[in-house]
């Protein structure tokens, strides 16, 4: 079974609106950690925002924030007032355990999103 | 800068001729790995490195060899490549519970 689930391959969105990438995981471990990085056209990988399974409350950072639902095993991706800067494709990944054997981060499919000026 | 370093950014080469990817992190970072991106396949881990001498296999290690003999440094060995090996080829490093620092990349091509 899939680990990671991304269901959008790809998205519009118009400049300065929000949009939602969404992500879900399927995990048995207490302890897991899940993240957001950006992949642009020129091929590096950005790391956005990261969600501990403990964490408490939804990660923000910028204009980026998390909505992390963790019965659901939803860990969707908020993008607020959208930029042309921001088309690119995102991924989301997980780790699963804290200790060593945590070690691989799996990651989903991926969606590609286009931002519209 | 806090940075991870891949060298070379793009390679082609030939079936059969040994080549090493560098990489390096100037984080002090106690985990390195290495990722290959294929379309359609997304990301998936090659080899692991928990520290210095102590390295472990990802999910595709086959052709692959990996050494971690300073903490800074973590080099991808490809013995004999083969064009299955052709991809986009990624280093990373991490600390504690954060995320991976990604390398910019390297875009392998075997003919």
């Known amino acids: 079974a899939q680990k990671i689930t991304q269901t959008q391959p790809g998205m519009f969105v118009q400049e300065k609106e929000a949009v939602t990438l969404d992500c879900t995981y399927d995990?048995?471990?207490?302890?897991?950690?899940l993240f957001w990085y950006k992949q642009p056209s020129s091929g590096e990988m950005i790391f956005l925002i990261y969600?501990?399974?403990?964490?408490?409350q939804n990660a923000t950072e910028g204009r980026y924030s998390l909505n992390f639902q963790k019965a659901r095993k939803s860990a969707n991706l908020v993008i607020s007032a959208s930029q042309l800067g921001d088309s690119a494709m995102y991924f989301c990944a997980m780790r699963e355990g804290y200790n060593n054997a945590g070690n691989m981060l799996t990651f989903g499919g991926g969606t590609r999103l286009m931002v519209k000026p | 800068e806090a940075q991870v370093t891949q060298n070379p950014r793009y390679l082609i080469t030939v079936t059969g001729k040994k080549l090493t990817v560098t990489c390096s992190q100037n984080m002090n970072h106690e985990y390195m790995s290495w990722y290959r991106q294929d379309p359609g396949l997304g990301l998936r881990q090659i080899y692991y490195s928990m520290n210095v001498e102590v390295t472990d296999k990802g999910d595709v290690p086959e052709g692959y060899k990996v050494s971690r003999k300073e903490k800074r440094n973590f080099p991808l060995i490809l013995e004999s490549p083969s064009p299955n090996q052709t991809s986009l080829y990624f280093c990373?490093?991490?600390?504690?519970?954060?995320?991976?620092?990604f390398g910019s990349g390297t875009r392998l091509t075997v003919v």
């Open positions: 969600q501990g399974s403990y964490d408490q």
């Open positions: 990373a490093s991490r600390q504690g519970y954060g995320g991976y620092t």
């Open positions: 995990t048995s471990d207490p302890s897991y950690g």
